[in-house]
């Protein structure tokens, strides 16, 4: 097996720097593309064989390190009891938005091997065609980034329907965090049973917070996650996005990874978060759209800033956009491994 | 004369921390909505006698040290060649987006005192109204956040065309900004001609840059636009958002006061902006929503950080949301002031 992904995860030496991109299965892909003419993003992610598929698309395309599972953020919503769907060209769309005390009284609590069976299907599916090949990588979100959908509606800017609340009615927020933190907790249990190998925990618009917020409204709830899943022994991943003055307050909620955006020089960030950590990042999502040389410039600035030091994932600062050229991705995952360790 | 806004932008000692606010002037008030309940945004901006009754409708309410000219970051584009309009709910839409080189040449330069005539009428009959009160603060939008408008067509998350163009035309990026930094120099020497006592360049969305790529893209074309304005002897505040990890390089682009968001502690960044230069901020926008205890708690954090340092202007890390009670927006003005330098 190529486990250059998980010796990186533990600090241990490699002999090239491993590679995978977040939303490396997606529309930038024309096989993704071909399916989802035919069914809509949930439609995949609750039918374990177009799931399997989909995430096997770019480790058979690209030269990948890792797989990670197709899957959305927010499946964990709906079981909890807050139905969503994706409105065309808008994103995630919450049918009833979590407000109240009552809104969060009313969640109930799941178990992942029933609501979610789905995902853990895909897992077994997409660990036996992968029959070792790379290892695959689960995810879930991080209570912050899940309770901003859930209050905001959708996506939002300025989250000041999630702060309101955060501000104004701190135990229901708790409460809301807690009940987010015990659900992903269990699931991430259950992707690992079910094969997963490593597990990200997104946090992706934890950045909207300042250092004291993040520390009384969020570090708690991602902390207790981390630990739930530390002993299981598979490595954790912790990631976000504009989080250049988070990063020690990220490190101290645990995890073997921790990943970071383009926003923060990765030498930097790597001394900020201590060097007894792996890292995980951060070209600029945007440079792969090209030209290819500037793709690259960028890719060997940062392994440059890695220094070659045991314990480098490489990846994006985000996810793959939409309008990316396959081509590009090709061959940044191709330089990196080129360039060696 | 209140000068004490003044003193602080060249780092005199004061009496108390002054104080203003990004968008005082906006939804939030019933002054202001009455007033856009008949008149769109844009008719408020291109009349003086609107513009300038809703410029002094802060400073007629809460204890404010500064008035800021009420008007948009979007103005210089229409002359420009570059028409938009304000879409209910949705922000600008620019009609013919901006993304070739073609499009970049054929815009036209204009004389910012006829084009913009209107704005400069503002400023003489709101310096004419305070008569002394407060001094009043003119403004633009740097080269990147007008860029990433017009390649965009509106506002934008990852900015992947605005990217898309400086990565790959570069020569037609640098083209682009520096119409903009000419127009915007000679818009706000136009300004300051006509009495703004002090100017403040918003780069609101430049924190989605590298600083690799800031310093490349985007610094060249702010420090034209900030070396143009100083010979006027006005301050210059220089604004964005996210913008932890570009402090250092943005200071390097001049001026005299950084506004900095509430991502970073204030403290900190001022340490790296350096203490030859004022620092203006940093309080985030949504706690402004209440309780009052916590935002006068926050409010606390960062005049804390600042020491009663001389330099220090107090203001949110960007504007005002229109769900803000005004009330608390007054005993945020009053606790600051009430508190001392």
Redesign the interface.
Known sequence: MNDTFLRACRLEPTDSTPVWFMRQAGRYMSEYRAIRARHTLLEICRQPELAAEVTLQPVNRIDVDAAILFSDLLLPLDPLGIPFDFVKGEGPAIERPVRSADDVRRLTRFEPREALEHVLATIRLVRRELDGRVPLIGFAGAPFTLASYAIEGG?S????LT??LM??EPEVWHRLCETFAEVVSDYLLAQIEAGVQAVQLFDSWV?A?????YREFALPHTQRIISAVAGSGVPVIHFGT?T??LLEAMTEAGGDVVGVD????LDEAWERIGTDKAVQGNL????L???VH?MLD?AE?ILRQAGGRPGHIFNLG?GI?P?TPVENVQALAHFVHARGA
């Open positions: 996506a800017r300025a989250y000041a702060k309101g501000y104004s950045g917070l300042s250092v004291r917020d504009g250049a003055t383009w926003r923060v020089a600029d999502p945007t440079l759209l090209g030209p500037r960028g600035a985000h956009l309008e």
